[in-house]
């Protein structure tokens, strides 16, 4: 059996066993949904660390027929593109596990749905099969409507519940109306993306249909990560969502639809592809300007950063529609990035408002001198997210504006523009207001992050951000070769060899 099956199979797996956990057992529900949380985490590691990255194919593969009239089957693998997301998913599931020790009310149903999430998203970066890849991403995708729902904070949470529903509803309706286009025009009968990608290759779609079906999976899985202008349900739900949800959901879902787009709809859809990415590309600056500006008027700082994070996505959005290896390379080291930065963010965030009940940055202020750990570490964040050296966003996005500079230097401009001036006046503000500053009177009995448990979970995403920051080989000598073989298929439409081969290395 594969090392991915364990990896996504144990958070479901404990959650069915939860199932069974009588309601009054809280801290059983807790210590099962860490500890598969955090076994699942430690595997991902071994996974990576044991990931060749000068072998060709996909490794650690499991393939299990399961309609075989349809050409369906459970099948799960990693190759330089996912195997560094599955990595930050299942570290991120553990960290958003580990701060989930406030909830108090519905704890059985929270720890079940925060699992089913936490399953659903690491089989979706896992999948190798078109169908199971869209039931994964569902799975993970229905927890985050009930659970901002149920324990979602502020007066306009039944709203955001709503708007996020709607939107992302249609997102999710736009990509399975295109990923069913594509098996059926596609004539082969299968759901299994390297048969697909195989026989696509031999026999591409009609440009006519593929005129068709490349924006239906363009604007469905734009409107899944907040492409502009559909972008307007990301700060509102993360504003009212519980912290662990905001952190799996920004950091790691997300994420989902651009790995769609670089796994499914620029190799196997490539003359619209080339049509649509000088289109994708004027797009991106409305994430990055628009959302920037908007993000320097906020006065709630979790609104700033659900405004950040919508922001970020322009950069990697960006990095897509480039069709070169570096460009697309530095879009999924910033996807990695990101996801251990939105995580990190939003879990310093949940933390102050559990001891301020407030968000508003005028109504805060001198955390670091109150709260030394938590007000280092916002700060550290923040640096992050203004791209400085040392971190992991500044490797991705130095990278992808290199590759964007040969292909759009004019929007490139625009780019770092928004990325780096913007970006650094709102993320500078919210520190200067936030963490330095005179202490209000009721921040005055705030109290720091008591022992090593509850800082772990921080210090765990600072720790990923700080590695790969430092030494953004480890991730790019993954990505990049097969990053080539993509940017192969969609600019010149020929098959590579480690993308049609599936052949299991190591099990």
């Not at 406030?102 to 059985?108: H, L, Q, S, V």
């Not at 999948?127 to 409507?145: C, K, M």
């Not at 000598?477 to 299991?504: F, L, M, Y």
Request: glycine letters at 10%; a positive charge; charged letters at 10%.
């Amino acid at each position: 059996m594969s090392i991915l099956t364990y990896i996504l199979g144990l958070p479901l797996l404990a959650a069915l066993l939860l199932a069974f956990v009588p309601r009054n057992y809280r801290v059983i529900m807790r210590a099962v949904a860490v500890l598969a949380t955090g076994l699942s985490a430690i595997l991902a590691v071994v996974m990576f660390l044991r990931f060749d990255a000068a072998a060709a194919g996909y490794q650690f593969v499991q393939q299990i027929p399961w309609v075989t009239s349809l050409g369906i089957s459970y099948h799960v693998g990693v190759d330089g593109i996912n195997v560094g997301l599955v990595l930050m998913g299942a570290i991120v599931a553990f960290a958003a596990a580990c701060v989930s020790w406030d909830i108090e009310t519905r704890d059985k149903e929270y720890y079940i749905l925060l699992l089913v999430m936490a399953g659903g998203v690491l089989g979706a970066f896992a999948s190798l099969d078109l169908f199971f890849l869209y039931i994964f991403h569902e799975f993970a995708l229905v927890p985050t409507f009930i659970m901002i729902g149920l324990w979602g904070r502020g007066e306009n949470r039944n709203y955001a519940t709503f708007q996020i529903t709607l939107y992302l509803g249609l997102g999710s309706l736009l990509a399975l109306l295109g990923l069913l286009g594509l098996v059926v025009f596609s004539g082969a009968n299968t759901f299994d993306l390297p048969l697909l990608t195989a026989h696509l290759a031999a026999h591409p779609i009609a440009q006519g249909v593929q005129a068709i079906l490349f924006p239906l999976l363009l604007f469905g899985f734009g409107i899944l990560v907040s492409l502009w202008p559909f972008h307007s349900w990301a700060p509102a739900a993360y504003a009212a969502a519980p912290t662990a949800t905001a952190m799996l959901h920004a950091g790691v879902l997300k994420k989902f639809g651009l790995y769609a787009l670089i796994r499914v709809a620029l190799p196997l859809l490539p003359d619209a592809a080339r049509h649509w990415m000088p289109i994708l590309a004027w797009l991106c600056l409305g994430n990055l300007l628009y959302c920037g500006w908007v993000a320097m008027r906020q006065k709630d700082f979790n609104w700033l950063i659900g405004y950040s994070s919508v922001a970020h996505m322009g950069i990697i959005f960006l990095g897509i529609s480039t069709l070169t290896t570096t460009g697309i390379m530095g879009a999924v080291l910033v996807m990695i990035a990101h996801g251990f930065l939105a995580a990190l963010t939003f879990g310093l965030s949940g933390y102050v408002y559990r001891q301020s009940g407030t968000l508003q940055m005028d109504k805060l202020g001198g955390l670091v001198r109150q709260m030394p750990f938590i007000g280092v570490a916002l700060m550290m964040a923040a640096f992050a997210g203004c791209g400085l050296p040392g971190f992991a966003n500044f490797a991705g996005e130095v990278t992808v504006l290199f590759g964007a500079w040969k292909v759009y230097p004019l929007i490139t401009v625009f780019a770092c523009w928004g990325a780096l001036v913007i970006g650094g006046i709102y993320m500078l503000r919210a520190v200067r207001t936030v963490l330095h500053g005179p202490v209000p009177a009721h921040c005055a009995g705030f109290k720091d992050a008591p022992h090593a448990w509850r800082k772990a979970p921080f210090l765990m995403l600072l720790a990923a951000l700080l590695v790969f920051g430092c030494f953004p080989g480890l991730l790019a000598q993954k990505i990049e070769p097969r990053v080539a073989d993509i940017v192969t298929q969609a600019t010149a439409g020929i098959p590579s060899a480690t993308s049609v081969a599936a052949t299991p290395l190591r099990n």
